[in-house]
């Protein structure tokens, strides 16, 4: 599961298993100039342990409720004026839009 290398690197080589786990001891090591490489006296344990990774997925559903109306309407056009009526206005909107944009 873990391999140290000479040079002290901790390299793990594979996803632990739950309920295994690998103990080692390590010093550390200063590779100074001066006084000199210094080595600790203590050593310290690393445990590496595979432990048990419980993962919950959750789904959320989104329900749009849209209420419309719908207006009454007529078919006779009796508010839609004629073409005749309309040009004037279309003129005038049309050299109004050329004056101010």
Same mark, same amino acid.
């Given at each position: 599961?873990? !391999?140290?290398?000479? $040079? $002290?690197?901790?390299?793990?080589?594979?996803?632990?298993? =739950?309920g %295994?786990?690998?103990? &080692? %001891?390590?010093? *550390?090591?200063?590779?100074?100039?001066?006084?000199g490489?210094?080595?600790?006296v203590? @050593?310290?344990t690393? %445990?590496? =342990? $595979?432990?048990?990774? !419980? !993962?919950?997925?959750?789904?959320?559903? /989104?329900t *749009? !409720?849209? /209420?419309?109306t %719908? =207006?009454?309407? /007529?078919?006779?056009g009796?508010?839609? $004026? @004629?073409?005749?009526?309309?040009v004037?206005?279309?003129?005038l909107?049309?050299? &109004?839009?050329?004056? &101010? =944009?």
């Amino acid at each position: 599961m873990v !391999t140290i290398t000479p $040079g $002290g690197d901790i390299i793990l080589n594979s996803i632990p298993t =739950a309920g %295994t786990s690998e103990t &080692f %001891t390590v010093l *550390a090591t200063d590779h100074g100039v001066y006084p000199g490489s210094l080595s600790s006296v203590v @050593s310290a344990t690393v %445990t590496v =342990a $595979g432990i048990d990774c !419980t !993962t919950t997925t959750t789904t959320t559903t /989104t329900t *749009a !409720t849209v /209420t419309t109306t %719908t =207006a009454a309407t /007529t078919t006779d056009g009796s508010n839609a $004026g @004629s073409d005749d009526e309309n040009v004037p206005w279309i003129i005038l909107a049309s050299l &109004f839009g050329l004056v &101010f =944009a």
